[in-house]
């Protein structure tokens, strides 16, 4: 396997092959990496598809990317998630999947087309006092202290900054600033996460700084993620005869590794299915595919009356983990991750509205109607006063395709759910989804005397929390997840959030869910197609005096000296690219 970037390879058909016609392919788990995998393995290894098998624990596919009905609750999304142009892999495989929405189009342009016509960004990005404007006017307010703060983990070496947090290699004034606002509410991030994710976050989006404080640099589907990605490409991968077999639980895998560790195979998948034990054993033309750890484990679903509950119980992908680990050291550790939930986890809610008065207020803060089928807040609006550090969301509606016209589903979430409301005076994860709609209107303006009586008769809301949400932040090494493909690994690979790409990427995207599975198909398969690398724009001196020009919010450098230096500085400017740079992007004065 390799890395290619341009048309060349990008546009090129791989041939078959050898000896994939007697293999078959096994995957644990069936959310976008695994889904992904599986048609990479179609598409360009040309396996049949009926040689692949897919188990998984619930009884339909999608992982992460979800959207439900859930009868008696309402709506459920327990994210969202937020893509861009430069998500190389992801694209790559939807512009092979067809879309359910516009016949002879696919995927990615269904998604294209949607995203040109009416492109994000948020008109109002924070509030405070009862939905007033925030105040933070799309500024990233960040002292001379605090950008050389980000210049020196950016250029800082990886592995300098693995096992620290956050907070040890930023201050206050870092911490203050609404850079941190908006980078922490959007990503989900807290201080005493990985520094080192930070630094690869920063390098992988430096060319998105722009975009980061009104959400232009995101981009959106039309419906829920379940709808829009996941049912086509499992619709795809079932018309190519994949079968899934649903209700099964992966709980152990055994493998055969040489005494020097030089040749690693796997040789038995062992299975809960509907309460059955079984087993699969592998022969050295099968393929297994592990997706590894889970940000949605455990996850668990209150209702407007109810609150949701923290299950710190049994975690089967952790588990699986857990026992697959203590065979390797070369297969990672899980602990690091998922062993301390109270830094892992996070609740959201979603909000289903009832009462037309409740849409007045999203438009009076999103300066957009809700009902239009457009952008509406374009991305979270963030509560800066909020204890709960509450951010909300409506995306284009209806979110589902089963909505009723006349509702908004809105997603809220509290990076806090530990901290007491505002008004309901209870912390987030003990409320009830009526209690979190109270809160979420006190915040949104609603006038005092009309909160309680909204919230119970006004709006549907489902709580969900999420033990290990975050538990790919936690702060790590480079050989705490397994490479993809394990140095001798003959017949598997890990995938998904918790394995260790080759190339420069960030987890908690699509993207790194889809590239994963690629690097792993393409290696198992040698398949003589190069893997899309990762956007350079971190190796781009346009992008990076761009970005920081912004992250200054636009001011430029002082040319240092009197006139006559600034006069000689100034020949140098006018007659030097790099110059020329310089005053195209904002960083001298171009007079």
Request: hydrophobic fraction near 40%.
């Given at each position: 396997m390799r890395y290619t970037s341009g048309n060349y390879e990008a546009f090129a058909r791989p041939r078959k092959p050898k000896g994939v016609e007697s293999k078959r392919?096994?995957?644990?788990?069936?959310?976008?990496?695994?889904?992904?995998?599986?048609?990479?393995?179609?598409?360009?290894?040309?396996?049949?598809g009926s040689k692949i098998t897919i188990f998984e624990q619930q009884e339909l596919p999608g992982g992460a990317l979800d959207g439900l009905d859930v009868p008696e609750k309402g709506f459920v999304i327990r994210g969202g998630r937020e893509m861009e142009s430069n998500f190389e892999c992801l694209w790559d495989l939807f512009r092979s999947i067809p879309s359910l929405e516009i016949e002879d189009a696919s995927v990615l342009d269904e998604f294209f087309w949607l995203n040109r016509d009416d492109p994000n960004s948020s008109l109002r990005r924070t509030t405070k006092n009862q939905g007033e404007d925030g105040g933070t006017n799309f500024k990233f307010d960040l002292s001379k202290k605090a950008q050389q703060e980000i210049t020196n983990i950016f250029t800082s070496l990886p592995e300098d900054l693995e096992d620290k947090r956050i907070d040890e290699v930023f201050t206050s004034e870092f911490l203050n600033s609404n850079f941190w606002l908006y980078w922490r509410t959007m990503f989900a991030f807290e201080e005493?996460?990985?520094?080192?994710?930070?630094?690869?976050?920063?390098?992988?989006?430096?060319?998105?700084?722009?975009?980061?404080?009104?959400?232009?640099?995101?981009?959106?589907?039309?419906?829920n993620q379940y709808e829009s990605l996941v049912l086509p490409l499992v619709?795809?991968?079932?018309?190519?005869?994949?079968?899934?077999?649903?209700?099964?639980?992966?709980?152990?895998?055994?493998?055969?590794i040489d005494k020097q560790g030089q040749r690693k195979e796997a040789t038995r998948i062992h299975i809960v299915e509907h309460g059955e034990d079984k087993q699969v054993d592998?022969?050295?033309?099968?393929?297994?595919?592990?997706?590894?750890?889970?940000?949605?484990?455990?996850?668990?679903?209150?209702?407007?009356?109810?609150?949701?509950?923290?299950?710190?119980?049994?975690?089967?992908?952790?588990?699986?983990?857990?026992?697959?680990?203590?065979?390797?050291?070369?297969?990672?550790?899980?602990?690091?991750?998922?062993?301390?939930?109270?830094?892992?986890?996070?609740?959201?809610?979603?909000v289903t509205t009832l009462d037309a008065r409740i849409p007045e207020y999203i438009q009076r803060i999103s300066e957009r109607d809700p009902f239009s089928g457009k952008v509406v807040t374009g991305g979270i609006v963030t509560v800066t006063d909020s204890s709960w550090l509450m951010s909300w969301t409506v995306n284009r509606q209806p979110h589902f395709k089963k909505q009723p016209a006349d509702q908004i589903v809105v997603w809220v979430y509290g990076l806090f759910p530990e901290a007491v409301g505002d008004y309901v005076k209870k912390p987030m994860q003990d409320c009830t989804g009526e209690e979190i709609t109270r809160e979420w209107l006190y915040h949104m303006g609603v006038p005092v005397d009309q909160i309680d009586e909204l919230a119970a008769t006004g709006a549907k809301t489902v709580p969900v929390m999420m033990p290990y949400v975050t538990a790919f932040f936690?702060?790590?090494?480079?050989?705490?997840?397994?490479?993809?493909?394990?140095?001798?690994?003959?017949?598997?690979?890990?995938?998904?959030?918790?394995?260790?790409?080759?190339?420069?990427?960030?987890?908690?995207?699509?993207?790194?869910?889809?590239?994963?599975?690629?690097e792993a198909v393409y290696t198992l398969l040698d398949i003589e197609r190069g893997v899309p690398e990762v956007?350079?724009?971190?190796?781009?001196?346009?992008?990076?005096?761009?970005?920081?020009?912004?992250?200054?919010?636009?001011?430029?450098?002082?040319?240092?000296?009197?006139?006559?230096?600034?006069?000689?500085?100034?020949?140098?400017?006018?007659?030097?690219?790099?110059?020329?740079?310089?005053?195209?992007y904002g960083l001298v004065d171009k007079k």
């Open positions: 392919a096994w995957f644990v788990g069936s959310g976008l990496a695994a889904l992904a995998g599986a048609a990479f393995l179609i598409r360009d290894g040309r396996m049949e005493w996460h990985s520094a080192l994710e930070m630094k690869l976050y920063l390098h992988r989006f430096i060319h998105q700084i722009k975009g980061l404080p009104d959400l232009s640099a995101l981009k959106f589907t039309k419906f619709t795809w991968l079932t018309e190519q005869g994949v079968t899934f077999r649903y209700g099964t639980v992966v709980t152990d895998v055994d493998f055969f592998l022969t050295t033309d099968d393929l297994l595919f592990m997706t590894i750890g889970s940000l949605t484990e455990n996850s668990s679903d209150g209702d407007h009356h109810t609150p949701a509950r923290l299950n710190t119980g049994p975690a089967p992908a952790w588990d699986l983990w857990r026992r697959i680990a203590a065979k390797d050291e070369a297969f990672g550790q899980p602990d690091v991750f998922g062993n301390d939930i109270p830094k892992t986890k996070w609740e959201s809610a979603t936690m702060p790590r090494k480079h050989s705490d997840r397994p490479a993809v493909v394990p140095e001798g690994a003959t017949n598997f690979a890990f995938i998904g959030q918790f394995s260790q790409s080759q190339e420069r990427d960030c987890i908690f995207t699509t993207e790194y869910s889809v590239r994963t599975p690629m956007f350079n724009s971190t190796y781009d001196v346009r992008a990076l005096f761009y970005a920081v020009n912004q992250l200054r919010d636009g001011e430029q450098f002082e040319i240092p000296g009197g006139p006559l230096a600034r006069k000689f500085a100034r020949h140098h400017i006018e007659n030097n690219v790099v110059g020329q740079l310089l005053e195209h």
